[in-house]
Structure formats: C-alpha cells, structure tokens
C-alpha cells in the first residue's frame, strides 16, 4: 500500500496583523482595506523557502530513520537558486543518503502537489520512501493585494509504502496557461491579473473542473468525500465552489487566510497537514491544488494515523507566535527596502566552493562526529578527538546533530554585530549527548533566554552575498518549542 | 625541568607614545615615537640592537604583511625584524622573541615593538576579518568581542548562583577604579573619572555587559629594548634592575570551544599561564607576593574572573575583593593603576608592552606620587587575545633588584 | 526609597567606547503614580568591535519628590521608589513603547 507515511508543517514566528500593512501603506490604495481582516506570517530575516521547507520536513520526519529515505523533493516558487538544486539543500539538511533522488518542482502554486504526485509514484514504482518539502515567501508590493494576502509558511509530506496513515487512492489533473498570477525570470513581485476575472473563471472554474474529473474517473461524488482541501482566498468563490459541489461547508478545511495567508506551493500541503492533525481513521480526503490548472487527490486515512498524531503539523507552530508590530521591519527582511547596515554590512564574505564540498555535512546536516575510542561526541567533525584524555586519531563515526537538541551553556544580545534584528542574540550550546559549540540563536529575545534551558536546532539563513547572489545556509538554536514565553 | 628565563634578561629602556585617536600619526609616526623614547631611556644608539621584534594584530591597516614596514620606518641597519601576531597577547609575543632571543645568548640587546593604528578604519571598532578562518564564517555567529565576552558574566553567574545585579556591581567597581587611575595619567586616552551612577546608568552593549564595561579602539606603539645582566651593568652601573622574572604563555586546546568540561566562567589558558610564571619566578603564594598588577581588562568582567584565573581571588570571591578596594590604586593589589586597557587604551599590538612600561616605571619609582605604588616587589602583566573558547594568554612576572 | 541623581540633559558622559546622554526627562502616569522616565541616547563609537548607538529609556523609579535638594557636584537629586514588581515593570514597558516608539531599550533601575 503507498501513501502518506508522515507529515509536517512549519509557520514562522512573527505574525503582521494586516492592519498595520493598512494603517502604514492604505493612504496609497485603500482599497487593500477589503483585505485587512486577520494576519498573515512573515518569515523572520534569516528565513526562505528553503529554509521552511526545511523545518517543515524536520516535523514530518520527526522519529523517522533519515537514512530509510530515497527521494526527497521540493516545491516552491521562491526558490533562492536557478542554478544549484536547492532540494540538494533541503536534502542535506535532514541528514538523507547521498544515493537519493532529488528534485525541485517549481513554475506554479501547484508545484507543491505535483511534487506529492511523484512521490507517489516514485514510491509506487520503487518502493521506500521519498518526502516532499513545500515552501514559499512571495513577495507582493507595498501596498498591494498580493501583499496582504501572501503569507510565508512550509509543510511537508512524507510517502511511504509501509504504515501509512492514508492510503493513495488516485489523482486527476487539470493544466491551463491561465495566467492570473505572473513572475518573470528577473522579477521579484507578483503581478496579477484582475482579480473578478481570476476569481470567476479561475477558481470557480478549474477547481470544480478538476474535482468533476476525478470522481467521475473514479465512480464518486464530491459529498462522498470526509474532508475537502482547497486554497482559495476568495471568500465569495469558496462558497460558491462549495455550492458548485454540494459539500457541506463543515466538511471544507479552513484556508488559514487570517493566521497564514496564502503560502504559495506550500498552502495545499499545509492544509493537509492541518487535517491530517485532526483525522479519524477511515476519512476520504480531497487534496486540490490550484495554479497553472489543478491537481486533484484522493486518499483515505488509515488506523495508523493516530501513531502520527503527536503534536506534529501546524497547530504548534500557529501557537508559537510573536507580533512583528513594525511594517518597516518587515520591509527590511524582505529586501523591499534598502537599509543602512553601516561599514560593516559592507564586508566582502566570499563563498569558497571547494571549501563548502569539503565540509557540507557539517554544514547542512550539522553532521558531527562520535569517537570509537572513548564515546565524545563533538562538533565540528574532528580528526583528532576533542577529550583531552582520548585524542584518538581518525577514529570518528558520523552523528547527525540536527534533530538532536541541546541546552544553553551561554549567551548575549549584542547590539553591536551587524544584524538587520539587533540585538544579535548568540551562544555557546552543549549538545545533546555531548560536544559543544557557539552558534547563534534566533525567533528569542535575550529575555526568553537562561543557562541550561532547553533548544532546538533551526536551518536559517546565514548570510546572503548580494553580490554573487550566494545565499549561505547554517543552523540555529531556538528555544524548544513550549520554552519560549 | 626546563629553566625558564628567570633573571636572564633585563629591561633597558622603554617608550610608549599617548595612546587615543592619533589623526596625525601613521603607524610610521607612532613607530618612531616609542622607539625613539625607549633609546633615550636605554642610553643606546639604533645601531645597538642586534634584533627586533614587531608585535601587530591587524594587518589590513597601514602595515601589510612581515615586518618590511616597520624596519622600513625605523631604517633598521639590516637586522633581523620579525613581525608576530597572537590576537591581542601580539606585543607579549614581541617581547618574548626579543627575550628569548637575549636569554639563549644569540644576542646581547634586542628590541620588542608593538603598534596599532586602528583609526583609518572608517568606523569604531576593529575591522572585520575571519579571525577564526573560513569554516567559522560560514558556521559561526557574526559574534563581536563585547557579545563574546559578556557570555563569561552569563556562566559565572548561573555558575557561583550570583544574581546579575550583584555581579553587574562588582564589574561597575572595576569600570569605575579604571576611570579613576586613567584620569590621573597625561599619556591615557581617555582621562576622565565618572561616578558608578554614570556606569549604572549606561544601556547594554551586549548582556550584560553596558558603555563602560567595554575597552576602545586606539592608535599607539610601545617599545622595549632589552639586554643581558652583564650589559646592563656595564650601560648603567649602580641604577636599579629592572629583570624578567616569568614570561609565560598558554593558547587553548579547542577544548573550551568544543569539549564540554570547561564551565565557562573563567580562562583556562590564563589559569595555565599564570602558575607556570609563578613556578619560574618562584612565587609560592601570589595574593602576598605580587605587589600589582596590569591585566587584559577589555571588558570588565574579563578583569573579575581574571582575578580568579590568576590564583589571586579564591574562586567565586573576586566579586567581594573588588567591591572592598583590594584592587583600588590604594588596596593591596593595585591593578590598572595607569587606567588599563579601559582608559589608557587598547592598540593591540602595542597592548602588552604598554603593560610592561606601566610595570617598569613602578619599580622604578618613576611616576608622581598620586599614582604610584607603594614599594612594589613583583609586577604582573596579563594578555588575552582572541575569546574565551578560543584564546592566547601572556602572563609576565617583573622584578626589581 | 531609592535617589536618582538628574545629570544635565545633552551632555556627553563618556567612556572610551561611546558615550550617552539624557535627552528629555519625562514622566508617565500609571495607576494614580507617577513614573519618572528619561529618554536617552547612546553611541558606542569607538569599542572594540563595533559602532552601534540606540535610544534607551531609564526608568528610575516612581516619583517621590522632584528634584527636593542638590548633591555636592551641584546636580538636582529627586527621592524615588524603585519599581520592583515584574508585572507592574511590563506594564510601564508597555506604555513606554507605544508613547516613544523606536527606543530599543527599556531600563529599570
């Protein structure tokens, strides 16, 4: 049996209420008023779409064997790279084999399913297990719809042809040139088209067409169906879609439009997610994605879902919040706004590539080593052991530090490193199960922080080269999820 | 058992030029300054040094790379000129090139030169570089000095149970006595005493360290020549001695930074390099013998646990010795009496040999009353570069016979 | 029942990394009290490692007497009492940000 083996979201800390998006940009286009009830998440500065994707696979894989992988792929349309796999990346973050399939799937909003879709044949075909990590950060402009609506946020889904908590039944797929929402090749905002027009003859139209298409392959009705997931951020079109299939409006998973926003490639995988946290066994779920046409799925939970429901999903990280009660700031993290970062931010901090091969385990995976000698578990990998009573040389095994944990052994803000978030907040961290390191820290303040407290490791952004356009990845120290308060 | 250099080599003469914010000098200028002083106090021509020695951390600014700079500056008659660098111990680095070189005998006078000139930077502070290699960039924080150090204060506390506001008020004592010693010397960089309200009252630099528990950045040299016993006598018969007694240096393991023992709220390195001084110079008991003491006070809490670190505190009682004046200019052990790195200033390079100068005029008996020590046997100087997981420390005994 | 000494407004107190200075003195009421606040600025322009500066807010403590007598140095000395408790400390933050928005930090003595 093939189908969903796992799953996992992630939204970022901070939250804007869209008011404030109103109350600072509304003088220019009140009209963004219509669309200012609720807030959307807003990734923090040292997060992307890669990164989300990345904390969204590490919930879904959470007690799983990373080593048991063989494909992982990842959806976005804000991918940091054209040219480097940026699955790679993801990849190499959640501490998978080097003898593994990895793809991007990328070009429109239903990316994120498309990538689900071959993972469910991969899997199918192959056997194993493959994930698929979603995220994205789009960008519209200042004072635009597009900017209250977008919210940035990551899920993932693991397939599976062992214990799956739904089974695959089968899909059907819709594809139009529909060009409502574009990005050129060199564009960083949204453009759209009017909105009635994508509204009426996009939502309206290819959702229920692609929802028709299956349960007419099939032999089912739309109102056989348990649970209904469809991102829409029309208010007026989902009631009419739902009209359109005669499903009652309780069975329709909420959009997450006044806590999320529309987060792109992700948004269909973090309603499932949302859904899958709150299945009964037994459940028949439609999964529709929209962008460039739909993807329509069918899966049916099994009694192996409630091994899964143990906290993973979305619901924590919807309750791990905190107000970003600046536009401004926003403005900056995004880079919608140029910002003086003084001397400093000027530094020239090239990328050695061969030095990055070197040592990309330790870098993406937080990948350590654990001598055979005396058991010291140390970081960065060492050749000679770090115990001053061992020093055996060159007898390291691997350890994947990432999904370890660890406590605060020390720390400060600082307010005089260069950061777009002053204080920089960073410490020295002793792992869980030995070694230490100093690391910064991130979604805290100093205040939240204490000598021995527990943290959890977060794949951030480390610094971004504007002029290569190299983005550096690295982990973080976050207080564990339930210490921050 | 090596026999360490104990009474080998003896301080000739020494120079240092007004530390600060020198606009008008070039490293060249500041070179020229301290050296030309320290002949004149050694009462010996530049053709006299037979080796030099340049101690220099930042290479980007003024002075390149090795030492052609600085033997170009100083027109040096082709002698060897040797540039080191050890973060922040860099000028106790130069001065143990030129001692060791007197004290194995390959020569008879040589000459110990440190330097910085931070100020062509285009903004505060020191230039950013990766100090710590290319791996550390793309793994580690883009830490500060202040963010580093200010996590001894978070360890020390959580450590010894001491509440923040308590420790805070002992590091408050050791700003304030740096304040009160820099304002009373001409040569200091910053001369003003302040009130510990003015302390208390400054926001956080990085936590928990505030303004006044950080050094600055300044422009200086200080230079030292050094010789044999023998020489010294035949320069200046029947004038006091001023004699290494220790010279001692420790540079971490990577332990600290990687291995989990350490408790982070003192230096290892300084704990290693201070009781191989005392076993050199033969000192039993450091709290009585030591008569003061200059230490590498670049935040106020690094001077607290140095206190520690040096056997002079007993672990968790330097906080209580600091509060009751013992390290006050008139307690039992002066330390900074010329204001330290906080006022006198911090050209890293020169740093070291600063200290050094503070220590020899003491035991010379050279500087006014008001801020002299009283009969001082032992001197102490104390080096930290780099940060407190990844460090070198320098520890210097004098004596005067 | 704590004194605050009030150093003359715009005048540099210096330390070898930066300096600050009281820009405004100013007071919040809350709960029937009176909180004496200053706003200040601080530059630290010459530290090892780095230029930053920010505004901070100094809360001394709720107003007892406004300035009632001078010290030795000749400065205004007002009796305040501290604000100790935590909850009545968030409070006071709280409506010190939203009154004088961009400080980046807010100080308890």
């Known amino acids: 049996m093939v189908g969903i083996g796992s799953f996992g979201g992630y939204v970022p800390r901070y939250r804007l209420n869209r008011m404030i998006i109103f109350g600072s940009m509304g003088w220019l286009n009140p009209v963004i008023i219509t669309n200012a009830r609720g807030e959307k998440a807003v990734a923090n500065f040292d997060e992307d779409s890669v990164t989300m994707a990345v904390a969204a696979g590490m919930d879904c894989l959470r007690g799983v064997d990373r080593q048991s992988i063989d494909a992982v792929y990842f959806a976005t349309t804000t991918a940091p790279y054209r040219e480097r796999q940026n699955a790679n990346i993801v990849a190499g973050a959640l501490g998978t084999r080097d003898e593994i399939r990895s793809a991007d799937f990328a070009g429109s909003l239903k990316s994120g399913t498309s990538a689900l879709l071959s993972a469910l044949e991969f899997v199918g075909y192959n056997g194993g297990k493959a994930v698929v990590c979603a995220a994205d950060c789009r960008l519209g402009k200042m004072a635009s719809t597009q900017e209250m609506v977008f919210g940035d946020a990551g899920a993932a889904i693991m397939v599976s042809d062992q214990d799956v908590i739904a089974e695959y039944k089968g899909s059907f797929s819709v594809s139009h040139d529909f060009v409502d929402h574009l990005r050129g090749a060199n564009t960083k905002y949204d453009r759209m088209w009017e909105e009635r027009w994508i509204r009426d003859v996009g939502y309206q139209q290819f959702i229920p067409q692609a929802v028709q298409g299956l349960c007419a392959k099939y032999g089912l009705s739309p109102s056989d169906f348990d649970r209904i997931i469809y991102p829409c951020y029309y208010g007026g079109a989902r009631k009419n879609i739902n009209k359109v299939l005669q499903v009652e409006q309780e069975k329709v998973q909420d959009d997450m439009l006044a806590t999320v926003g529309d987060s792109g490639s992700a948004h269909p995988l973090l309603m499932l997610a949302a859904a899958l946290e709150n299945a009964r066994p037994g459940e028949k779920i439609l999964l529709v994605s929209y962008g460039s046409g739909c993807d329509a799925l069918w899966f049916e939970v099994t009694d192996n879902i409630k091994k899964m429901q143990d906290g993973r999903g979305v619901s924590r990280w919807l309750a791990r919040r905190a107000d970003l009660d600046n536009y401004q700031k926003y403005l900056v993290w995004r880079g919608m706004a140029p910002a003086e970062t003084g001397i400093r931010g000027e530094t020239d901090k090239e990328t050695r590539w061969s030095l990055v091969w070197r040592e990309h385990k330790a870098i993406l995976g937080l990948w350590g080593s654990k001598c055979r000698k005396c058991g010291t578990q140390q970081y960065p990998p060492q050749r000679l052991c770090i115990n001053p009573d061992c020093q055996a040389l060159d007898e390291m095994d691997p350890v994947y530090l990432a999904d370890k944990g660890g406590t605060v052994f020390t720390y400060t803000g600082d307010m005089l490193a260069a950061s777009v978030n002053p204080p920089a907040i960073y410490g020295n961290v002793n792992f869980n199960g030995g070694g230490r390191t100093l690391m910064d820290f991130t979604d805290c303040t100093v205040e939240d922080l204490s000598v021995g407290m527990p943290v959890e490791f977060s794949f951030r952004i480390k610094f971004y080269d504007p002029k290569r356009d190299i983005t550096n990845y690295f982990w973080k120290a976050v207080p564990a999820v339930g210490e921050v308060k | ?401 | 029942m704590a004194q605050h000494v009030h150093q003359p407004i715009g005048e540099e107190i210096r330390s070898i990394a930066g300096y600050y200075m009281v820009l405004e003195e100013g007071v919040l009421k809350y709960k029937d009290r009176e909180v004496l606040y200053l706003l200040e600025a601080a530059a630290a322009d010459t530290s090892c490692c780095g230029g930053a500066g920010m505004g901070f807010i100094m809360v001394p403590g709720y107003l007892k007497e406004l300035r009632g007598k001078r010290n030795e140095d000749g400065l205004w000395v007002s009796e305040v009492e501290r604000v100790e408790d935590e909850g009545e400390r968030r409070e006071i933050t709280g409506e010190l940000r939203a009154r004088h928005p961009g400080f980046h930090q807010i100080i308890f003595a």
């Open chain 2, 1 to 401: 058992m090596a026999e360490g250099i104990r009474d080998k080599v003896v301080i000739l003469g020494m120079g240092c030029t007004k530390f600060g914010e020198r606009w008008d000098a070039g490293s060249d200028d500041l070179l020229i300054e301290a050296l030309t002083e320290a002949l004149q106090d050694a009462g010996i021509e530049k053709k006299d040094i037979q080796a030099a020695w340049l101690g220099i951390h930042i290479d980007e600014i003024n002075i390149g790379k090795g030492a052609t700079y600085a033997s170009g500056a100083l027109h040096t008659p082709f002698i060897p000129f040797t540039r080191v660098d050890n973060f922040c111990a860099s000028g106790t680095e130069a001065f143990r090139g030129a001692t060791y070189a007197v004290a194995s005998g390959a020569c008879e006078i040589a000459l110990a030169i440190g330097v910085e000139k931070l100020k062509d930077t285009g903004y505060g502070g020191l230039p950013d570089s990766p100090a710590f290699g290319q791996e550390a960039v793309l793994i580690g924080p883009n830490a500060t000095a202040p963010g580093m150090f200010a996590q001894l204060a978070t360890a020390y506390a959580a450590k010894y149970k001491i509440p923040m506001d308590k420790l805070k008020e002992a590091i408050t004592h050791v700003s304030w006595k740096s304040h009160q010693n820099g304002a009373k010397n001409p040569r200091a960089h910053l001369r003003r005493a302040v009130t510990k309200e003015q302390i208390m009252g400054a926001p956080m630099v990085a936590y928990p360290l505030g303004l006044f528990d950080c050094c600055g950045v300044s422009d200086g040299s200080a230079a030292a020549i050094v010789c044999t016993p023998e020489v010294f006598k035949k320069l200046k018969p029947n004038e006091p001695m001023v004699k290494v007694k220790a010279l001692q240096i420790s540079v971490s393991s990577g332990e600290e930074a990687m291995f989990t023992r350490w408790d982070g709220a003192g230096i290892i390195t300084t704990q290693t390099a201070s009781r191989k001084a005392y076993e050199e110079a033969g000192i039993k008991d450091p709290r009585k013998e030591i008569s003061m003491m200059e230490v590498h006070d670049c935040f106020s809490i690094t001077e607290l646990v140095t206190m520690e670190d040096l056997g002079i505190s007993p672990p968790g009682g330097a906080p209580e010795d600091i509060l009751s004046g013992f390290f006050d200019l008139d307690g039992q052990i002066p330390c900074q009496p010329d204001g330290g790195l906080k006022c006198f200033g911090h050209p890293i390079g020169a740093s070291g040999i600063r200290m050094i100068y503070e220590m020899y005029n003491q035991l010379l008996g050279r500087w006014p009353e008001d801020r002299a020590v009283k009969n001082p046997k032992f001197g102490l100087t104390h080096n930290l570069g780099g940060v407190p997981t990844q460090n070198v420390c320098s520890v210097a005994i004098f004596g005067v016979d």
